[in-house]
T-cell receptor
Framework: SAVISQKPSRDICQRGTSLTIQCQVD?????MFWYRQQPGQSLTLIAT?????????ESGFVIDKFPISRPNLTFSTLTVSNMSPEDSSIYLC??????????FGPGTRLLVL | KQEVTQIPAALSVPEGENLVLNCSFTDSAIYNLQWFRQDPGKGLTSLLLIQSSQREQTSGRLNASLDKSSGRSTLYIAASQPGDSATYLCAVSMDSSYKLIFGSGTRLLVRP
């Protein structure tokens, strides 16, 4: 199994600012994903983080709002840009490699005031 | 568009009871189905993965079944314990891309 850490674990931000969330895995993985869990809702896939190329975004999510980097096989960042209160959510990183079971990070709890 | 529904949304049972959580999906052409457990502040933990060709998977006190043609899966928890209290999420994948579509979850409370 993979051990995943995320930083920060939580943050409170002012509207209009940006926050970058880091995801670190203890081993090289093929696939990395970013999900959002809005209050009282289930998880929604934001994008697939591709190593060495632009991320692949799901419908309703755009690169200008959620820029993603993946410089290597163990690390990725998600930036939430120009935040509004509607961006208040838990953001989770997940990984998969070979086996089809996915492993999730502990999440980053974001509150936008 | 695939939609995943979980019933009930919340469940409270006394310790020792056997229980069943339900998951349904609208498009039966799934690649696989997973059950996760979510604990506050600890992300998600994968419990069971069922391939589309399989009917069930078992791990300890947990048994997950899949009826792909009817678009249903159940998670059976035997002899429930207070430590089983968590939110249980069902998720399906439509292909080998690993992308998951989640249900809204069942919040379980096992009372001592």
């Amino acid at each position: 199994s993979a051990v995943i850490s995320q930083k920060p674990s939580r943050d409170i931000c002012q509207r209009g600012t940006s926050l970058t969330i880091q995801c670190q895995v203890d081993s090289q993985v093929t696939m990395m994903f970013w999900y959002r869990q809005q209050p009282g809702q289930s998880l929604t896939l934001i994008a697939t983080a591709n190593q060495g190329s632009e991320a692949t975004y799901e419908s309703g999510f755009v690169i200008d709002k959620f820029p993603i980097s993946r410089p290597n096989l163990t690390f990725s960042t998600l930036t939430v840009s120009n935040m509004s209160p509607e961006d208040s959510s838990i953001y989770l990183c997940s990984v998969a490699s070979g086996q089809e079971t996915q492993y999730f990070g502990p999440g980053t709890r974001l509150l936008v005031l | 568009k695939q939609e995943v529904t979980q019933i009930p949304a919340a469940l409270s049972v006394p310790e020792g009871e056997n229980l069943v959580l339900n998951c349904s999906f609208t498009d039966s052409a799934i690649y696989n189905l997973q059950w996760f457990r979510q604990d506050p502040g600890k992300g998600l933990t994968s419990l069971l993965l069922i391939q589309s060709s399989q009917r069930e998977q078992t791990s300890g006190r947990l048994n997950a079944s899949l009826d792909k043609s009817s678009g249903r899966s159940t998670l059976y928890i035997a002899a429930s314990q207070p430590g089983d209290s968590a939110t249980y999420l069902c998720a399906v994948s439509m292909d080998s891309s690993y992308k998951l579509i989640f249900g809204s979850g069942t919040r379980l409370l096992v009372r001592p």
